[in-house]
C-alpha cells in the first residue's frame, strides 16, 4: 500500500468524525425539530422513508430499524413511488425525505402528492431555501463541510452524518415509546442476536 493511501484512509476517518460530531451541534441547536419529529414518528401508524442513491440507502435501512422498533415502516424508491407506490401513503402517516439539495428532481413528486394526502413529511437537507425544507412539516438541518474523498464528490460524510441522525432518532424513538429488548427478542428470534435475547 503506497504510504499516502494511509494518509488519506486516516484523513477520511477524521473527516466523518467531524460530519458527525456537526450533528451533535446543529441537533442541540434546533432540538424543538428534533422533539417534534421524535414525537411524530412515535405516534403515527406508518412510516415512509424515501430518497435517491446513498441517501436512500440510508433511508432504507432507517426504514428496516424502525420496524426492528416496532415502529410500521417502509422504504419507498422515488421511482416506485412516480408508478403507484404512493398508494402506500395515507393521511396522517409520516413521510421522511432525505435530499441534502433539497431538490432532488424524484422526490418532488412524492413531497406533492404526500402534502396532498395529508401526510406529514420530515424534510432532512442542508438547503433551507429548497422546495424540500419549504414544504416540509418538521425540517432536520445537516450541513457537511467536505466529503472526505480527495474529491469532495463521493457520498461518503455525508452518508455517515445521515446514518448518525437516523440512529439519533432510533435512540430517542425507543426511549419515547418504552421500548424493550423482551419486544425485540419476539421480532428477531434468528441469529446469535435471537439466541442471546430469547435465552
Known amino acids: 500500500m503506497l504510504e499516502n493511501a494511509f494518509k488519506m484512509a486516516q484523513r477520511s476517518l477524521e473527516i466523518e468524525r467531524k460530519a458527525v460530531e456537526d450533528v451533535l451541534s446543529y441537533l442541540e441547536k434546533d432540538k424543538e425539530a428534533f422533539g417534534k419529529a421524535v414525537d411524530a414518528l412515535s405516534k403515527c401508524d406508518r412510516i415512509i422513508t424515501s430518497a435517491s442513491g446513498s441517501s436512500g440507502i440510508a ?89 472526505s474523498d480527495k474529491y469532495n464528490m463521493q457520498a461518503t460524510a455525508s452518508y455517515i452524518a445521515t446514518v448518525a441522525l437516523f440512529d439519533a432518532l432510533i435512540c430517542a424513538i425507543m426511549e419515547e415509546t418504552d421500548y424493550r429488548k423482551e419486544q425485540f427478542g419476539l421480532i428477531h428470534p434468528g441469529g446469535a442476536v435471537g439466541e442471546r435475547l430469547n435465552h
Request: aromatic content about 2%; proline content about 7%.
Open 59 to 147: 433511508a432504507k435501512k432507517f426504514a428496516h430499524t424502525l420496524c426492528c422498533i416496532e415502529r410500521p415502516a417502509q422504504f419507498l424508491p422515488p421511482c416506485e413511488a412516480m408508478h403507484g407506490g404512493l398508494g402506500a401513503v395515507q393521511k396522517g402517516n409520516v413521510v421522511v425525505l432525505v435530499s441534502r439539495g433539497g431538490k432532488t428532481g424524484e422526490l418532488l413528486p412524492v413531497l406533492d402528492v404526500a402534502l396532498k394526502k395529508e401526510a406529514i413529511v420530515i424534510g432532512i437537507t442542508e438547503n433551507m431555501e429548497s422546495p424540500i425544507a419549504r414544504h416540509s412539516d418538521i425540517v432536520l438541518p445537516m450541513h457537511i463541510e467536505q466529503e
